[in-house]
């Protein structure tokens, strides 16, 4: 039987900590059945930006926490670099669950299908509902095309700022990219870029507050 996707578990109106607690209940598709837990988005409920990524990764799953890994450590980096202070931010991912196949001892990150992004999608719109951020931050393709729609081209768009209805979007590669690039220090010095757009974008956006 088809799961039914994460809406019937999500709380209407409710805030981010009923919200977390509500999502570790989630069999809304079938990744809560091999993953470790539900890794939920984090940071300051009234954060003005949302930045969002696909998928908890191994580190991720294990600790129940966004961004902890090895990609997210680079992240930190990157984002220190930018001068974008990370406990501002409200960090989060479109699926929850960890999605992997097993090789031997090691779980290797399988991306998400349309299935489990569609049917997890109620969690992240609920966040967006509930922290109303200004600027959503979109690290890699499943991320941009899921706010941004799937016509979204990272390679051609990344770094620029869009308006959608309710907050301004920018969308650049995902911190796992960088580490598999070939040459990680242009992929890098390109992902720091970006982010120094998103700080500019950052600073109007508080200047204006
Ligand atoms: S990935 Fe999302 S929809 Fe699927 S079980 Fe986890 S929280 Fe629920």
Redesign the pocket.
């Known amino acids: 039987m088809r799961?039914p996707?994460?809406a019937e578990?999500v709380p209407t109106g409710a805030d981010i900590a009923d919200l977390r607690a509500a999502?570790r209940a989630?069999?809304?598709?079938?990744?809560?059945r091999h993953?470790t837990q539900?890794v939920f988005g984090e940071g300051p409920a009234s954060a003005d930006v949302v930045m969002v990524g696909e998928?908890p990764g191994d580190h991720e799953d294990i600790d129940g926490h966004p961004f902890v890994g090895p990609a997210g450590r680079l992240l930190d980096r990157a984002l220190a670099e930018a001068g974008i202070d990370r406990d501002r931010l409200y960090l989060t991912n479109v699926?929850?669950?960890f999605?992997f196949e097993e090789r031997g001892k090691r779980r290797i990150h399988k991306q998400?299908g349309r299935t489990?992004i569609v049917?997890?999608s109620?969690?992240f719109d609920a966040e967006i509902d509930a922290v109303r951020p200004q600027l959503v931050v979109c690290l890699g393709a499943v991320a941009a095309h899921a706010v941004l729609g799937p016509t979204f081209k990272i390679t051609a768009e990344r770094g620029e700022t869009h308006t959608a209805e309710r907050f301004s979007v920018i969308a650049t590669v995902h911190p796992s990219a960088v580490l598999r690039a070939p040459d990680r220090t242009a992929a890098y010095a390109d992902f720091v870029r970006d982010l120094r757009r998103v700080e500019a974008a950052i600073r109007g956006l508080r200047g204006n507050a």
């Open positions: 799961a996707g994460a578990y999502a989630c069999h809304g598709c079938d990744l809560y993953a539900t998928q699926v929850k669950h999605k998400p489990e049917a997890c109620p969690w």
